[in-house]
């Protein structure tokens, strides 16, 4: 057949130009210890890991309380606890490694994609610190990391399928080597973990004590647990486009419409919480969840028709904030068994956003020789970066309609 081949070359050539682009430095490396800094959103994260993936020291600082309060995450906020955190969380890590700046081998930090803010605080950070004590920088990417992670975790083999889901990204790739990745779906509005945390906010679910402490998904997640998702009856988004995209806007103005309905008919004002606050989230959640199983589904079916996946063993890769979410992990279960991939999730800590997962992307780049750079190389963060080669639009022309999958999770 003519189109795989054809599609197949185009593909070569766009990921050689990207290789030739990009890769930089040499393998000859003596120490292979690498410390790892994540600022990208919230969290201020650091770790020193080993060439084998063991994490010998890490240190994490959350800012989730004081977000919680203020409704959603300030940019100007979020830099300020970055700053006011980075110098403590970095030493706590190298302390608890025993590992001195001098042995490093590099320091791997995000530099895209996130908040501008919280991205130029990690980065002058980290620049600062491999040249005082000249060391290499290599900046990571901050999809390419989650997408990884599972491989320090476990042994798994390139290409695989990875669908990254968080706060602010919903993306399905095909991964085909460390720097290496085929972009087959994005986001067109907003991430699910965004959308979830909007609909948390307003459902006013933080005035409920035992949601209190957690975030709007968190929330969602432990009240669906109790509600009837069949009550209430959502679209699933973008049903009649033949792609791998996502879009969560239009699910959650359909939510809202609901909630101010559901307010007349109790008779109460906004910001009251609702009796029927459990259906509502158990709803919500379940149309995410089989948003996001659908998408995948066609991916897979897309790879399949293209080779992109071995026949023996295929995996697809669940990873990202949103990826803790168990609802949403056995909604993408039933998919792969469906379909006959094996499906592998990080554990929750390393779902979110962490050090670790920056210095295992450090560890795999300082492997390949890709992407290393002198300590006086000036870089600069970048708040949005496609991850790999977008082949969207082959995506869509090949209209793929793949057959339904009933979507039944057990209680």
Request: net charge positive.
């Amino acid at each position: 057949m003519a189109f795989p081949t054809m599609f197949q070359t185009k593909v070569r050539i766009l990921q050689r130009l990207l290789r030739c682009k990009h890769t930089a430095g040499s393998k000859a490396f003596r120490s292979r210890l690498v410390l790892g800094i994540e600022t990208s959103c919230d969290e201020t994260g650091a770790a020193v890991m080993d060439e084998t993936g063991a994490i010998l020291g890490e240190s994490l600082h959350s800012q989730k309380e004081v977000h919680l309060r203020t409704g959603g995450i300030i940019p100007t906020v979020a830099q300020a606890l970055h700053r006011g955190n980075i110098e403590r969380v970095v030493q706590e890590a190298l302390d608890r490694s025993g590992v001195a700046p001098a042995q490093l081998g590099a320091v791997a930090a995000t530099v895209k994609p996130g908040l501008a803010l919280s991205l130029a605080v990690g980065l002058s950070f980290s620049l600062g610190f491999v040249r005082r004590h000249n060391k290499p920088f290599i900046p990571i990417h901050h999809m390419e990391a989650h997408a990884l992670t599972v491989r320090m975790l476990q042994p798994l083999h390139f290409p695989f399928l990875v669908l990254l889901v968080s706060g602010g990204h919903a993306l399905l790739a095909v991964a085909q080597g460390v720097d290496d990745f085929l972009l087959l779906g994005r986001t067109l509005d907003e991430a699910p973990g965004d959308t979830l945390d909007k609909v948390a906010r307003r459902l006013s679910l933080r005035k409920l004590p035992r949601c209190a402490a957690l975030s709007g998904g968190q929330a969602i997640e432990l009240l669906a647990q109790d509600g009837d998702r069949k009550r209430f009856s959502f679209r699933t988004p973008m049903g009649q486009t033949p792609d791998c995209c996502f879009s969560f806007a239009g699910l959650r103005n359909q939510v809202t419409l609901l909630i101010q309905k559901q307010e007349v008919e109790e008779g109460v004002e906004e910001g009251t919480v609702l009796s029927c606050v459990n259906d509502i989230a158990a709803a919500t959640q379940h149309t995410v969840a089989s948003h996001l199983a659908k998408r995948t589904h066609r991916a897979i079916l897309f790879c399949r028709a293209n080779r992109l996946l071995p026949s023996q063993n295929p995996t697809l890769v669940l990873s990202g904030g949103v990826a803790s979410n168990q609802y949403i992990r056995k909604a993408l279960a039933v998919v792969a068994e469906a379909t006959g991939l094996r499906l592998l999730c990080p554990p929750a800590r390393f779902c979110t956003d962490n050090g670790a997962m920056v210095a295992w992307n450090g560890v795999e780049r300082l492997r390949e020789g890709t992407g290393i750079l002198a300590p006086e190389v000036e870089v600069t963060y970048e708040p949005r970066a496609p991850l790999g080669v977008d082949i969207t639009a082959e995506v869509r022309a090949a209209a793929i309609r793949p057959p339904p999958i009933r979507i039944k999770i057990p209680e």
